[in-house]
């Protein structure tokens, strides 16, 4: 049985962008950015490559909510 694999660092065209890999950094909600934005903004630049694909933490959206 032949198998075709395709490596984690080869670039990839989704929809209209152009990823430099495969690698996706998923959502981790973390509630840390209440009144800090900009330690989220430092976290996740902290993470980014050219090219690539990152999903960012969810936004609780109302009075009451955690962040």
Known sequence: MERNITPR???YK???FQLSH???LAPLTRQRTFGNVTHAALYYSQRATTGGLKVTEATGVS???LG
């Open 9 to 11: 660092l080869t670039p």
């Open 14 to 16: 989704m929809g209209q």
């Open 22 to 24: 495969r690698v996706v």
């Open 63 to 65: 009075e009451t909510a």
